[in-house]
């Protein structure tokens, strides 16, 4: 809670103390032993305190020619009640204004933070190689195309280029989203905003700065922020119109009639104060937010965070749901999910076991999968990976091949068809999606390891869900090859698939989906920083919380805290049941006004109908829009109408 809205809500506590403590003293006659500029004055202070803010906003726009809106309409209105003696009312309508206005606040919130400061893959500088072999430090944006650098372990790829000497990893995580490291050595592409991991690489640049990977990605995201179009706030639309009208409305019942003769002038003037009452939007100002709020407070409880009621309202319409495949549908974590023999002579402990000889040195993620599977599989059968005979000698790194070792005076190969190729082995090659280790010994092929990214406990079922819960089609966009993806999708229900994507190519197409969806909006979700201009671009970005980078989660509209995809549904039923009972309150509150200001303009209205047309619709609409807080997990599986 920011500085001005913890102002507002101790305003707001102190006069709603105040005002019960006159409503004491005015029903005990307390008020009625003083002089009326001595009640007036005592109305005055508690109303200007809680409504200061809103009368200085309502000349504002006066004098700027803003005249008709919602706070010209609370000052109307409350001056209006004043001007009858209703001083109460005044400032119950005042206090119930800002109560509403606080609620709106509070769920809307600082949305946002800067999108610069968490954009962590913007490099902060280039080590430019000079020509006597010197290393100077400079700003990314100075550097030349055709420029050497060099590139330590740990630090970031500032500019996209081609390696012209090293052999190292990189991780690319942050620009494809895949975890899985990629193998650079002389001769390689490589692209900014990707980490270094191992050893030295010195790098050839391609492009200026402006043109590089990581600017075109801070470039999408802030493009992206300004495209998507947002809501306006519903109560400033309705006072549009609204406003002039009821106020028009009421200048003409307090003149008319006295010319007509058709009564006195005090007469007309009290009958169109009433007219002024009844009319003030305060059960809409305050039921519309405070039935997003209940519905946010829902979300809240469910572990989703949803940053605003405009976003609420935007994924309740979701009809197209598109998401990122790492670390959204799968865990970004890689296993060992099968092990084919060669032939019956040949066990999977024996495959496995010379795999984790010749990998136990490295640290790439793929050689840890497998001494992972080596050490359960030990585990599993109450042996101590001492027991583990498999000891191989002369362990040599093939790069872009595999490993290759001696194990009992033969020769072991550990990698990929390449490296069996090379060697003249013959196999058995796997079309199986997932990284592919290929074991062989001497010239006899062993057998194959299939290492995937494991898909989340649930995935298939909480897509399903999605879809009862409203969404028509669901697509997934990765930077992954098309087997691998095409594969996860038929395991989980996914309706179609766009591959080996970069986050430009995810925005572009994403946005041809808003272009064909007429029917409803697009939510994507997606939990790394290359996601981030999708996420923004998107009618509603969801990010995964848990796992998820920082620039995600503030580019998201929607943040799933415990990376719990099934909450998906859960926040699209929430939504439109939000939506249903704000649609409601709308509703109910423009008939009871408007029969009430129809029986107020013929003379048939009395000061307690007013009172009722605004603080009666008023608190009805509040525990009709309590109801949007109540949803349970129990709630996830029925669908709810929207």
């Known amino acids: 809670m920011t500085k001005k809205m913890k102002k507002t809500r101790n305003r707001i506590i102190a006069v709603l103390i105040a005002f019960a ?161 990629r193998r650079a050595s002389e001769g390689s592409e490589v692209i900014s905003g990707c980490v270094n991991k191992d050893s030295v690489l010195k790098i050839r640049t391609t492009k200026n700065y402006e043109d590089s990977t990581v600017s075109k990605i801070l470039e ?191 020769t072991i190969y550990v990698g990929n068809a390449k490296l069996l190729r090379d060697n003249n082995i013959e196999f058995s090659e796997s079309d199986k999606p997932g990284t592919i280790i290929y074991v062989a010994k001497g010239k006899l092929f062993l057998g194959t390891i299939i290492i995937s990214d494991t898909i989340k406990e649930g995935a298939a079922e909480s897509i399903s869900l999605a879809k009862r819960a409203g969404v028509s089609k669901v697509v997934m966009l990765t930077g992954d090859n098309e087997d691998t993806a095409k594969a996860v999708a038929d395991k989980v229900g996914i309706d179609q698939v766009y591959a080996q994507l970069l986050p430009a190519d995810k925005v572009e197409r994403v946005e041809k989906l808003l272009e064909d969806n007429n029917s409803g909006k697009v939510a994507f979700v997606g939990d790394g920083v290359n996601d981030a201009p999708v996420l923004m671009r998107a009618d509603v970005g969801i990010a995964m919380g848990s796992m998820g980078s920082d620039a995600a989660i503030e580019a998201a509209d929607i943040v799933l805290m415990d990376d719990d995809i099934s909450k998906i549904s859960a926040v699209i039923q929430i939504a439109r049941k939000t939506l249903r009972i704000v649609k409601e309150n709308i509703v109910f509150a423009l008939f009871v006004k408007i029969l009430i200001l129809f029986l107020g303009a013929i003379g048939f209205a009395t000061m307690w109908m007013a009172v009722f047309g605004d603080v009666g619709v008023a608190v009805i609409a509040i525990l009709n829009s309590m109801r949007a807080m109540k949803w349970t997990k129990e709630d996830m599986n029925g669908k709810v109408r929207a």
């Not at 970031?156 to 995580?173: A, L, N, W």
């Not at 609204?242 to 006195?264: N, S």
Request: net charge negative.
């Open 220 to 410: 999408l995201v802030e493009n992206a922020s300004n495209k998507k179009s947002r809501m306006e706030n519903f109560i400033t639309r309705f006072a549009k119109y609204y406003t002039p009208v009821v106020t028009i409305g009421a200048v003409l019942l307090a003149v008319i009639p006295p010319l007509l003769g058709m009564m006195p002038l005090s007469d007309s003037v009290k009958r169109a104060c009433i007219f002024l009452i009844v009319s003030c939007p305060c059960a809409l100002v305050i039921s519309v937010p405070l039935g997003f709020f209940g519905g946010i407070g829902a979300s809240s409880k469910m572990g989703i965070l949803v940053k605003g009621s405009n976003y609420l309202e935007a994924i309740a319409e979701a009809s197209t749901l598109v998401l990122d495949k790492t670390g959204t549908i799968t865990k970004g974590e890689f296993k060992v999910t099968e092990i084919l023999p060669a032939n019956e002579n040949v066990t999977k402990e024996e495959i496995i076991c010379i795999a984790a000889g010749a990998e136990k040195f490295s640290t790439h993620p793929i050689a840890r999968s497998v001494m992972e599977y080596h050490e359960e599989m030990h585990k599993k059968n109450n042996e101590s990976l001492g027991d583990d005979n498999t000891v191989l000698s002369d362990i040599r790194e093939v790069p872009g091949h595999g490993i290759t070792a001696s194990f009992q005076n033969e």
């Open 21 to 181: 403590a006159l409503l004491v003293a005015e029903h005990t006659g307390l008020l009625d032993k003083l002089p009326w500029p001595a009640v007036f004055v005592i109305y005055l202070i508690p109303y200007l305190v809680i409504g200061y803010d809103v009368l200085r906003k309502a000349f504002i726009n006066i004098s700027h020619g803003q005249v008709f809106d919602e706070n010209f309409l609370m000052m109307i209105a409350t001056f209006g009640a004043f001007a009858i003696g209703e001083y109460s009312e005044a400032l119950a309508v005042m206090l119930f204004y800002q109560i509403g206005e606080l609620f709106q606040s509070y769920a809307v919130g600082k949305s946002r933070a800067s999108i610069t400061e968490l954009m962590s893959i913007a490099p902060e500088y280039a080590n430019v190689i000079q020509d006597n072999g010197d290393i100077e430090e400079t700003d990314p944006e100075d550097v030349q195309i055709g420029t050497m650098l060099l590139i330590k372990p740990g630090e970031k790829i500032p500019i996209d280029g081609i390696v012209t000497e090293g052999d190292s990893f990189v991780d690319t995580s942050a620009i494809t989203g895949e975890s899985v490291p």
